[in-house]
């Protein structure tokens, strides 16, 4: 059975740091590309980043201007992402999600429970 479970989410100030973890089990990590996206309240899923299969290539949305970062431990089979200078409006559910090959041009196909950031003060 195919499983990716975030965890790492949790109350931050503005300006704060949190890093999140996608572990993942059921199927063979390094055979696929995989993007975190998030969803903040009343609004739809909104793309975060996305990593190639063996960490080789990354991407990430204009709007985090360099802000977080997306990696991966293939020996360990879980993704992270990142997320430094954290403003109010990065307040959402995030989830990790399985392309279907090894780039991140595929379709995606398996999404976690997701993990809940909120950055208040």
Request: aromatic share 10%; hydrophobic share 35%; net charge negative.
């Amino acid at each position: 059975e195919v499983q990716l479970v975030e965890t790492g989410g949790g109350l931050v100030q503005p300006g704060g740091s949190l890093r999140l973890s996608c572990a993942v089990s059921g199927f063979t990590f390094d055979d696929y590309a995989m993007s975190w996206v998030r969803q903040a309240p009343g609004k739809g899923l909104e793309w975060v980043s996305s990593i190639s299969w063996n960490g080789g290539n990354t991407y990430d949305a204009d709007y985090l201007k360099g802000r977080f970062s997306i990696s991966r431990d293939n020996a360990n089979n879980t993704l992270y992402l990142q997320m430094n200078s954290l403003k109010s409006e990065d307040k959402a559910v995030y989830y990790c999600e399985r392309h279907i090959s090894l780039t991140v041009s595929d379709a995606l196909d398996a999404r976690g429970q997701g993990t809940r950031v909120h950055v208040s003060s």
